[in-house]
């Protein structure tokens, strides 16, 4: 099972900072907070992943709290293109380990 | 960046046909990499992880006389649906690393359809 909470879904005004949250409360001292997008019919866009400290891409920022067991993903300036479906996982960081899916949030940008 | 790419996009058979899906990491090498089905409205489902020079380790539930994987070589994985039937039509989609401290990267899929 997925190690995470998502709310089904968001909408966001374009040009508007998305926030997404995710909870992971049972998240190992290991583990990785990793961040993916599915846009309709394409195979998963990874976006950002951090540990503890928050990061920032080009794509968006990932601030994670003090006790690592929630995070939010930041889309700065949510443009149409953004709708998709994101995915918030926790692994630990190595090519060898799998990512269980869960069912995501579902960001609908409005114009 | 990594670019992970599959073969083909998109296939239409009949019934009874058994259908190839190759899945290639263009500039990196991948020891490991990981089959993914997607039904309508529905996440990601892991079926099974592609090892190199060795078998493949299949998921719960995942028939592996079923789906064949093939990871004769670092850059190249294959998905066989043997004797596909219409409740196979799905969107398969696979992944691999670049290193171990990279992210994965994913495919653009292959859409399954079994008339």
């Known amino acids: 099972d997925a190690k995470t909470t998502q709310p089904p879904s968001m909408d966001c005004a374009e040009g508007r900072a998305a926030n997404l949250p995710c909870n992971h409360s049972?998240?190992?001292?290991?583990?990785?907070v990793y961040w993916y997008r599915q846009i309709h019919s394409q195979g998963p866009q990874y976006i950002i992943h951090g540990l503890k400290n928050n990061e920032t891409n080009e794509m968006a920022s990932l601030i994670i709290t003090e006790d690592r067991k929630s995070s939010t993903l930041i889309l700065p300036h949510a443009t149409l293109r953004d709708t998709a479906v994101y995915y918030c996982i926790v692994r630990v960081s190595g090519r060898d380990d799998k990512i269980i899916f869960g069912k995501g949030t579902r960001l609908h940008i409005l114009p | 960046g990594a670019v992970v790419s599959q073969h083909p996009s998109r296939v239409i058979c009949k019934s009874g046909t058994s259908v190839k899906i190759e899945c290639r990491s263009l500039d990196f090498q991948a020891t490991t990499m990981f089959w993914y089905r997607q039904f309508p409205k529905q996440s990601l489902m892991l079926m099974a992880t592609?090892?190199?020079?060795?078998?493949?380790?299949?998921e719960q539930g995942v028939e592996k006389d079923k789906f064949l994987i093939n990871h004769a070589s670092l850059t190249l994985s294959t998905l066989t649906v043997t004797s596909a039937h219409p409740e196979d039509s799905s969107f398969y989609i696979c992944?691999?690393?670049?290193?171990?401290?990279?992210?994965?990267?994913f495919g653009d899929g292959t859409r399954l359809s079994i008339l």
């Open positions: 049972t998240i190992s001292g290991n583990e990785y």
């Open positions: 992944s691999a690393s670049w290193t171990g401290d990279q992210p994965q990267h």
């Open positions: 592609s090892n190199e020079g060795s078998k493949a380790t299949y």
